[in-house]
């Protein structure tokens, strides 16, 4: 496993971190989760991301118990904040009085005193900025976080926050978006903007959903079992790479990885690790080998060519507007 950097702080991540999006808590049992962690560790992951949202709260509790016994200083925790965890009105969104019990519940949740990274899951157009940066400053300074980062929002958005955690001197150090060889809306102002500020890139869905591993096949129904076919939500995330155009330009993939020496899953991963303002690529897994497979990913240099090719296999189905990053108009 190799480290890099959490943009221009001196926190070092896993360039590899494990995420449980959809899986823990929902998409596969407590046992099989624990095993994909520890998988991970094994293999040398030592970053972990999560989110109070997931799974209705429960995949935090699953990654706590899948993490226990782990001594805290050797794995980083990242949580999230925004999206409804309850029914009432003031239970999403990121003003003051959601953020400050949004952290309590996550650190209850995850029984630790502290999280490594608290992020703003979108951007909350219904609460000044002002009030959600000194929140999140607030809770740093309580020690209940020891950085902060966003999630999904726009290059304006973090150029104003970066400018706020400056003045209230809070390390903001991340942003997490989408990105893969299909999605690549950040390239053009996000990253940009990002660099700037000292961000650096936490990616999810660097596999396309599993639509880069080429299992999903044009003109044939999705396997049995596969995201698409999971009607807890991975199943409408997925569905936009779903057409026979993409996956006709994604079958071309197979080659060029089996060039490579790599699955199409590894060149996928290795390929976001490309880019220099990504600090972690975030896999997700229901099966241990699943783990294994995309962690070896990790130190593989892409050469010019392979690069090339890839554009060349790709480039008429790749999305790239950046218009497409975006947060709700109105709290969910």
Same mark, same amino acid.
């Given at each position: 496993?190799?480290?890099?950097?959490?943009?221009?702080?001196?926190?070092?991540?896993?360039?590899?971190?494990?995420?449980?999006?959809?899986?823990?808590?929902?998409?596969?049992?407590?046992?099989?989760?624990?095993a994909?962690v520890? *998988?991970?560790?094994?293999?040398?992951?030592?970053?972990?991301?999560?989110?109070?949202?997931?799974?209705? *709260?429960?995949?935090?509790?699953?990654?706590?118990?899948?993490?226990?016994?782990?001594?805290?200083?050797?794995?980083?925790?990242?949580?999230?904040?925004?999206?409804?965890?309850?029914?009432?009105?003031?239970?999403?969104?990121?003003?003051?009085?959601?953020i400050?019990?949004?952290?309590?519940?996550?650190?209850?949740?995850?029984?630790t005193?502290?999280?490594?990274?608290?992020?703003?899951?979108?951007?909350?157009?219904?609460?000044?900025?002002?009030?959600?940066?000194?929140?999140?400053?607030d809770?740093?300074?309580?020690?209940?976080?020891l950085? !902060?980062?966003?999630?999904?929002?726009?290059?304006?958005?973090?150029?104003?926050?970066?400018?706020?955690?400056?003045?209230?001197?809070?390390?903001?150090?991340?942003?997490?978006?989408?990105?893969?060889?299909?999605?690549?809306?950040?390239?053009?102002?996000v !990253?940009?903007?990002?660099?700037?500020?000292?961000?650096?890139? !936490?990616?999810?869905?660097?596999?396309?959903?599993?639509?880069?591993?080429?299992?999903y096949?044009?003109?044939?129904?999705?396997?049995?079992?596969?995201?698409?076919?999971?009607?807890?939500?991975?199943?409408?995330?997925v569905?936009?790479?779903?057409?026979?155009?993409?996956? *006709?330009?994604?079958?071309?993939?197979?080659?060029?990885?089996?060039?490579?020496?790599? *699955?199409?899953?590894?060149?996928?991963?290795?390929?976001?690790?490309?880019?220099?303002?990504?600090?972690?690529?975030?896999?997700?897994?229901?099966?241990?080998?699943?783990?294994?497979?995309?962690?070896?990913?990790?130190?593989?240099?892409?050469?010019?060519?392979?690069?090339?090719?890839?554009?060349?296999?790709?480039d008429?189905?790749?999305?790239?507007?950046?218009?497409?990053?975006?947060?709700?108009?109105?709290?969910?």
């Amino acid at each position: 496993m190799e480290f890099r950097t959490l943009g221009r702080s001196g926190l070092y991540i896993s360039e590899i971190a494990y995420g449980n999006w959809i899986t823990h808590g929902s998409q596969v049992e407590q046992d099989a989760a624990i095993a994909c962690v520890r *998988t991970a560790l094994d293999a040398g992951v030592t970053t972990f991301d999560t989110a109070d949202v997931y799974a209705g *709260t429960r995949a935090e509790t699953v990654l706590a118990a899948a993490l226990e016994g782990v001594r805290r200083a050797d794995y980083e925790l990242f949580t999230k904040v925004y999206f409804p965890v309850g029914r009432g009105r003031n239970a999403r969104g990121l003003s003051r009085k959601h953020i400050f019990e949004g952290i309590d519940g996550s650190l209850r949740r995850l029984k630790t005193d502290y999280v490594d990274l608290y992020q703003a899951h979108r951007y909350d157009y219904e609460t000044p900025l002002e009030e959600t940066m000194l929140a999140f400053a607030d809770v740093v300074r309580a020690g209940k976080a020891l950085y !902060i980062g966003v999630s999904e929002w726009r290059a304006e958005e973090i150029a104003r926050a970066a400018d706020l955690a400056r003045e209230l001197r809070v390390p903001l150090v991340s942003n997490q978006p989408q990105y893969s060889m299909l999605w690549r809306v950040i390239e053009t102002e996000v !990253i940009p903007a990002s660099v700037e500020a000292g961000l650096g890139q !936490i990616v999810f869905s660097p596999i396309a959903q599993g639509v880069l591993t080429g299992k999903y096949k044009p003109g044939q129904p999705a396997p049995a079992g596969s995201r698409a076919t999971d009607e807890k939500g991975g199943a409408d995330f997925v569905k936009r790479f779903l057409r026979d155009d993409v996956l *006709t330009r994604v079958q071309q993939l197979a080659p060029l990885a089996d060039q490579a020496g790599l *699955t199409p899953a590894q060149l996928a991963v290795a390929w976001v690790l490309q880019n220099p303002n990504v600090s972690a690529a975030i896999i997700g897994a229901s099966r241990p080998e699943q783990v294994t497979e995309n962690v070896a990913a990790s130190g593989v240099r892409l050469d010019a060519d392979l690069l090339k090719a890839i554009d060349d296999a790709l480039d008429p189905v790749v999305e790239r507007d950046p218009g497409l990053t975006r947060s709700p108009r109105t709290r969910p």
